[in-house]
């Protein structure tokens, strides 16, 4: 896995190998374990409303900090717009449905 492929198309250098590790964490092991998290909540009713509801809280916090770096920072690459927008419709998908689950879940 190279992180650079997707990190160096927003313009993010990692020019050394502690810079590759904390991405490769970052990036690959939260997106990894919150993975692992959400297919559980697929599989499993009683990790359902939990998953739902943390996909919509990271979604969520992802979403206005995009639009506060939009504000604060100017107008960022094509592929970080792309990743706003699917993170702004993951939200709002999460969101809906853990109200959902967790109507269905009292």
Do not use: C, K
């Amino acid at each position: 896995v190279d992180p650079t492929l997707l990190l160096g198309g927003m313009g993010i250098a990692l020019p050394t190998p502690s810079a590759l590790a904390e991405a490769r964490a970052g990036y690959g092991g939260a997106f990894a374990g919150l993975g692992v998290l959400f297919w559980l909540g697929a599989q499993r009713p009683t990790y359902r409303v939990l998953a739902l509801g943390i996909a919509a809280l990271v979604l969520g916090v992802f979403t206005a900090a995009r639009l506060l770096s939009l504000a604060l920072d100017g107008t960022p690459s094509t592929l970080a717009f792309v990743n706003h927008a699917l993170e702004a419709v993951g939200f709002l998908l999460a969101f809906l449905l853990w109200r959902a689950a967790a109507a269905d879940h009292r």
